[in-house]
Nanobody, 121 residues
Framework: QVQLVESGGGLVQPGGSLRLSCAASGRLFRTNAMAWYRQAPGKERELVATITTGGSTKYADSVKGRFTISRDNAKNTVYLQMNSLKPEDTAVYYC???????????????WGQGTLVTLSS
């Protein structure tokens, strides 16, 4: 099985920055597109940013210019650099990956357990 483990969440003041990391682990797999989602209290989960293996990125309008998604393919890790954070960025942030399992030649969508980002002054 393939697992995603997020880290880097925490409490930050408005205007501050955080960097989230998500590492994929397992045996005989390859990660394809990776993404970050978030779910604020009382709201549905929403897409924040995506990145392909080649490095092409897309962002939600609400985070464009403030958040940057990147990845290290050698480490099977995706990052989310969050700057100029706002109170409305408070949410649980989830990592997502499309994974190719070499042993079975099948694709799998994998989710991390989530990491909480809280904006508070």
């Amino acid at each position: 099985q393939v697992q995603l483990v997020e880290s880097g969440g925490g409490l930050v003041q408005p205007g501050g920055s955080l960097r989230l990391s998500c590492a994929a682990s397992g045996r005989l797999f390859r990660t394809n597109a990776m993404a970050w989602y978030r779910q604020a209290p009382g709201k549905e989960r929403e897409l924040v940013a995506t990145i392909t293996t080649g490095g092409s990125t897309k962002y939600a309008d609400s985070v464009k210019g403030r958040f940057t998604i990147s990845r290290d393919n050698a480490k099977n890790t995706v990052y989310l650099q969050m700057n100029s954070l706002k109170p409305e960025d408070t949410a649980v942030y989830y990592c997502n990956a499309d994974v190719f399992i070499l042993a079975t030649k099948s694709y799998l969508e994998v989710w991390g357990q989530g990491t909480l980002v809280t904006l508070s002054s």
